[in-house]
């Protein structure tokens, strides 16, 4: 190195012995000594210090192609491992961030000048943390707008951040990935050879980066260079990363959905899969042969499909997705043929984007009635294994069971049959919350769904499966899970099945009512207990009124009296009932019951409504739950006198009547408490 720097050196001085150069006239020597040391293994520094002054005389004074031709045989030097901290300590390598950090500078001493400070940070931390800590890092980054150093820059880059967090954490701060998106825009500029560079970059510059200082192009030029053919898993990854959080802002959703780019994505999952089939775009999977992977590759593309497919949930859940992608649009027949799919995670795309769409009664109607949708979802329920496929069809079919007409349809498909497996053993407790909450959608006024979930286990007679029910298994997972959302969910189902048997249909015979009203009592000894659960917790108050209104439904046959009577033998449960009557809680102790509002207790009770679910414990819930008691207390007379025990005969004849008690609150529930 020295020799071919003293031949530059000794050209700059016009072969004049002596000539100045802005240092002693024995350069030569130090040279010499220098080069000899070097031969010996010992870097000497301080013959690099002379050339560091001389590159300033350089500089200064010129001529420029002697600088040029210096900073080549520096950078070419500094390739060299033992020669990069050398560099720092004599100042050569803030030499040249000094220059590249100088504007019209000349391109090719630019290029040299990138190739030196790349090399010499190569795993060097000491150097990268000069070019960190004096903010050089900015104006090697600005470099890139130029198409002629474009392709040194981004190697530079990778060398002084590879490994190194703090200077990761100045090309975030300094929108290194903005930078990047402009490179890929940019027709000029060809990025794919260096792709293997420019991504780890991405990486490091997309953390916390926020896209709201996006341009609305960087959305499409990023999913067209993810569809590079053979591009790399690390990359594709990288790529992937920067896609998502550009869709997590709605501008890019819409962007997404209005520029037809919803596809790229689905195509992108399918490549992951089969990279072999980048010469298509088509989002068939049919004759699909996936590339046998290395482990690791292959968990760094399930996160990417499970990373893409979040993203198109978000994306498919807003109103314009709708718009755009109709019920018989091309991407939604694709759509429909994945839920078909041998591969988890087509199904479960499928599934959720669908199940978004299915947002209208309309778009919910079409799918169930025309295009059989549900069909296929019960398949894949009776079929799968995989919980996340099984949660992602559920909660589709729950959606596609909102509207009336769907109903009977879903369950015709045996769903209530496919489901209750979930029941009958210990399942993920989400999968059977899932599965429990779309049967009590499908009860919501279906009879046809009440007879299903009444149907014995087994037609033979002499099964012992025959005396049990569907039901039957629903409210033994009540008695066993410990999940409360999942018991509520039952409770309501329970709450489901007596508003459905109180709608007034004339085509309904009489006897239908009482076969069903018969199962329901003799197979299900438990029929109340989700009802008293609804009554006597505080948590959903909704839910409190939910079931106030079915106890009072029930009550009004003599069968359903007596269960509703067996669960107020418990202090807790006919606790419930005084204070909901009487406003008051049982704590108050010495409180004497008071006046109550007179109920209209020869109609049906009042059903809880959508406006007062929103209020909460607003007071027209709190009357209405009173108005159901009582209803529900003048059925239990009527039906049940006979059986009630004198105590609380007295107590609920006063809640009824209005008189005024003798008992204090407190004396009151130690005499029902002796009862026990």
């Known amino acids: 190195m020295f020799v071919a720097l003293s031949a530059i050196f000794q050209h700059a001085t016009g072969d004049e012995e002596g000539a100045d150069l802005g240092v002693t006239d024995r350069w030569r020597a130090v040279l010499e000594l220098g080069d000899e040391s070097d031969r010996r293994g010992r870097r000497d520094v301080e013959a690099l210090k002379l050339v560091r002054k001389i590159l ?29 901290a050398p560099f720092s300590q004599s100042g050569i390598l803030d030499f040249f961030l000094e220059v590249i950090a100088t504007d019209d500078v000349d391109t090719d001493l630019s290029s040299q000048t990138l190739r030196l400070i790349g090399n010499a940070c190569a795993d060097t931390d000491a150097n990268r943390e000069s070019v960190v800590s004096q903010e050089f890092l900015l104006p090697i980054i600005k470099q890139l707008r130029n198409d002629r150093l474009a392709h040194l820059v981004i190697p530079v880059l990778y060398n002084i951040c590879v490994d190194y967090e703090p200077a990761q954490e100045a090309v975030r701060e300094n929108h290194l990935c903005l930078e990047i998106i402009e490179l890929f825009a940019r027709d000029s500029f060809d990025s794919r050879p260096l792709l293997g560079y420019i991504c780890p ?11 709201n200082q996006s341009p609305d192009y960087s959305l499409r030029v990023l999913l067209e260079i993810a569809l590079e053919p053979e591009i790399e898993v690390e990359d594709l990854v990288s790529l992937v990363n920067a896609i998502v959080t550009h869709l997590k802002l709605e501008r890019f959703q819409r962007i997404l959905i209005d520029e037809n780019l919803v596809k790229i994505p689905l195509v992108m999952m399918i490549r992951s899969f089969a990279p072999q089939s980048a010469s298509s775009n088509s989002l068939s999977i049919l004759d699909l042969s996936p590339l046998i992977r290395e482990p690791e590759e292959e968990e760094q593309l399930s996160s990417v499909r499970s990373i893409l497919i979040r993203a198109l949930s978000d994306v498919s859940a807003i109103p314009e997705f709708g718009i755009k992608y109709p019920v018989d649009s091309d991407l939604v027949n694709s759509l429909i043929l994945w839920l078909s799919a041998s591969r988890p995670q087509f199904q479960i795309c499928s599934c959720i984007m669908l199940g978004n769409l299915a947002r209208s ?7 169930v009635h025309d295009l059989r949708v549900h069909e296929i979802l019960v398949a894949t329920v009776k079929g799968s294994s995989d919980t996340q496929v099984l949660h992602a069809a559920l909660g589709f079919l729950r959606n596609l069971a909102l509207p009336l007409r769907n109903k009977f349809l879903i369950g015709e498909a045996q769903i209530i049959e496919a489901v209750s497996r979930f029941w009958s053993m210990d399942f993920n407790p989400q999968l059977q919350h899932s599965a429990v909450s779309l049967v009590r959608q499908l009860l919501n006024s279906s009879l046809g769904n009440v007879q299903r979930l009444l149907t014995s286990l087994s037609s033979d007679p002499d099964s012992p499966a025959h005396e049990k029910t569907y039901l039957s298994l629903l409210l033994s997972l009540f008695g066993k899970t410990d999940q409360a959302p999942t018991r509520v969910e039952i409770a309501r189902a329970m709450a489901a099945i007596w508003r459905c048997l109180n709608i007034s249909d004339p085509s309904l015979l009489p006897g239908v009512l009482n076969e069903l009203l018969h199962r329901l009592f003799s197979m299900h000894a438990d029929i109340a207990r989700p009802l008293a659960m609804m009554v006597t917790q505080a948590r959903w108050p909704v839910v409190r009124s939910e079931g106030w209104f079915a106890l009072a439904l029930m009550a009004r046959s003599h069968d359903g009296s007596a269960a509703v009577n067996a669960i107020l033998q418990e202090v807790e449960v006919f606790g419930a009932l005084v204070e909901t009557v009487t406003g008051r809680p049982i704590a108050a102790g010495t409180e004497e019951i008071g006046s109550v509002a007179q109920a209209d207790i020869g109609t049906l009770p009042a059903e809880p ?3 007062e679910a929103g209020s909460g414990q607003g007071a027209e819930m709190t009357a209405r739950n009173r108005e159901n008691a009582m209803v529900l207390i003048n059925e239990l007379l009527k039906n049940s006198g006979d059986s009630i025990s004198d105590i609380r005969r007295n107590v609920l004849e006063d809640l009824l009547t209005r008189r005024r008690s003798n008992l204090s609150f407190q004396e009151l529930m130690m005499r029902v408490r002796s009862l026990e």
Do not use: I, Y
Request: hydrophobic share 40%; with cysteine.
């Open 361 to 367: 009664d309309t778009v919910c109607h079409s799918m």
């Open 201 to 211: 970059l991405l990486s490091f510059s997309v953390e916390e980066f926020d896209a």
């Open 56 to 84: 300033d005389h350089l500089w200064l004074n010129g001529p420029e192609e002697d600088l040029l031709n210096a900073a080549k045989v520096l950078a070419d030097a500094c390739r060299e491992a033992q020669w990069r």
């Open 609 to 611: 409504s959508e406006s």
